[in-house]
Antibody, heavy 122, light 107 residues
Framework: QVQLVQSGAEVKKPGASVKVSCKAS????????LHWARQAPGQGLEWMGW????????YYAQNFQGRVTMTRDTSITTAYMEVSGLRSGDTAVYYC???????????????WGQGTLVTVSS | DIQMTQSPSSLSASVGDRVTITCRAS??????LAWYQQIPGKVPKLLIY???TLQSGVPSRFSGSGSGTDFTLTITSLQPEDVATYYC?????????FGQGTKVEVK
């Protein structure tokens, strides 16, 4: 069965960076895009961008350009999302979610990680 | 970028009621529209994709319709377990923007 398992909660100081991991299993890692989204406390979902495990291509939403980096290690079928220059407004649950296939099929996000709470506090 | 606007932002209905949530795109997105359910404290769950295709395992009381710019999620008979926030999302092109969400409560 498809699973996306994320790393544990983090507490960071303003200005620091955080790197969240998302380990994929149950499907061919390089066959599907991986997306990242976040949800601040009591707020809605905010889409951050997508990443291609196949060739490393990325697309970052405008709000995150220059501060977010998405990478992967295909040998361990794990994707990473790093946010730099953290501020209090980055306190949120960060989710990875599977996106469309490399073959072109798109159905939205059919599988999600469990979420990783990142708290930014001095 | 294409904006997604949901209405209402919240609603309260009785068990058994028919509930309708709308989502409007600022430009046409064909049928590249998904709906998600997020129960409080839980991970979002895909309900509908392609504007009207029910994801496997989702109860048939959920349905979606629309194309272009105007879309609807309908719950034909609201159940207590449907208390959640519902989000639309467009995936016609990047960015895959979410709507702001509709909170559904039971009276």
């Amino acid at each position: 069965q498809v699973q996306l398992v994320q790393s544990g909660a983090e507490v960071k100081k303003p200005g620091a960076s955080v790197k969240v991991s998302c380990k994929a299993s149950g499907y061919t890692f390089t066959d599907y895009y991986l997306h990242w989204a976040r949800q601040a406390p009591g707020q809605g979902l905010e889409w951050m961008g997508w990443f291609s495990p196949n060739n490393g291509a990325t697309y970052y939403a405008q709000n995150f350009q220059g501060r977010v980096t998405m990478t992967r290690d295909t040998s361990i079928t794990t994707a990473y999302m790093e946010v730099s220059g953290l501020r209090s407004g980055d306190t949120a649950v960060y989710y990875c979610a599977r996106g469309g296939s490399m073959a072109g099929a798109r159905v939205g996000h059919d599988y999600w990680g469990q979420g990783t709470l990142v708290t930014v506090s001095s | 970028d294409i904006q997604m606007t949901q209405s209402p932002s919240s609603l309260s209905a009785s068990v058994g009621d028919r509930v309708t949530i709308t989502c409007r795109a600022s430009q046409g997105i064909s049928n590249y529209l998904a709906w998600y359910q997020q129960i409080p404290g839980k991970v979002p769950k895909l309900l509908i994709y392609g504007a009207s295709t029910l994801q496997s395992g989702v109860p048939s009381r959920f349905s979606g319709s629309g194309s272009g710019t105007d879309f609807t999620l309908t719950i034909t008979s609201l159940q207590p377990e449907d208390v959640a926030t519902y989000y639309c999302q467009k995936y016609y092109s990047s960015p895959w923007t979410f709507g702001q969400g509709t909170k559904v409560e039971v009276k």
